[in-house]
């Protein structure tokens, strides 16, 4: 149980375009979901944590009109890079979290972009 | 504000020989304390958790790892490695007294590789 997917595992865009990555949860409705960053051989730094129905909250220093977030439903979050640059080259790495128990954070398998 | 320190960005050991990656936090309220693995190219799974019931956390694949407020640490052990351990680790810790907006803090991550 508590399987988070993402789509697509890895994509590769156009400088100046955009680009959507799914996160579901897959056997769990996820009241909160977080997306990471992840540079070669780094942590993961936290860029914002998503509610189902409500606007994402961003971290400081990520620039929310590149990096939209939607969380339209209880298995759902969407994130959006928009007018994409090499430099967004990274990987992205959603996470969710179930409201119950401890409160344990599911961590899907990540997304390879590269922006060229 | 809370922070994670791992000691040694990366640890090479004999296969059969002990695990033991360093895990040391700040944090000003009771934290809750993880330790994930993450394989090339994949998400985070995670081997084990505290969260203030005993101190010693048993995990999977024969980790575990012990909690110890006087020195602020959380290091993970494994008796015997296996080449199957080779992999990246991180240990990440949660604000557990606020509930529903608990944020995990990485640290740098261990590289682990097994020496044949």
């Known amino acids: 149980g508590a399987v988070v997917s993402q789509h697509p595992s890895w994509v590769i865009c156009k400088s100046g375009t955009s680009v959507k990555i799914e996160c579901r949860s897959l056997d769990f409705q996820a009241t909160t979901m977080f997306w990471y960053r992840q540079f070669p051989k780094q942590s993961l730094m936290l860029m914002a944590t998503?509610?189902?129905?409500?606007?994402?909250?961003?971290e400081q220093g990520v620039e929310k009109d590149k990096f939209l977030i939607n969380h339209a439903s209880l298995t759902l979050s969407t994130l959006t890079v928009t007018s994409a640059h090499p430099e967004d080259s990274s990987f992205y790495i959603c996470?969710?979290?179930?409201?119950?128990?401890?409160?344990?954070?599911?961590f899907g398998p990540g997304t390879r972009l590269t922006v060229t | 504000a809370q922070s994670v320190t791992q000691l040694g960005s990366h640890v090479s050991v004999s296969e059969g020989a002990l695990v033991l990656l360093r895990c040391n936090y700040s944090s000003s309220v009771p934290p809750y304390l993880f330790w994930y693995v993450q394989y090339p190219n994949q998400g985070l799974q995670l081997l084990l958790k505290y969260t203030s019931a005993a101190t010693l956390v048993k995990g999977i694949n024969g980790f575990e790892a012990e909690f110890k407020k006087s020195e602020t640490s959380f290091h993970l052990t494994k008796p015997s490695a296996h080449m199957s351990d080779a992999a990246e680790y991180f240990c990440a810790v949660s604000d557990g007294s606020n509930f529903g907006n608990e944020k995990l803090t990485f640290g740098t991550g261990t590289r682990l590789t097994i020496i044949p």
């Open positions: 996470s969710a979290r179930t409201g119950q128990g401890i409160y344990e954070q599911y």
């Open positions: 998503s509610n189902e129905g409500s606007k994402a909250t961003y």
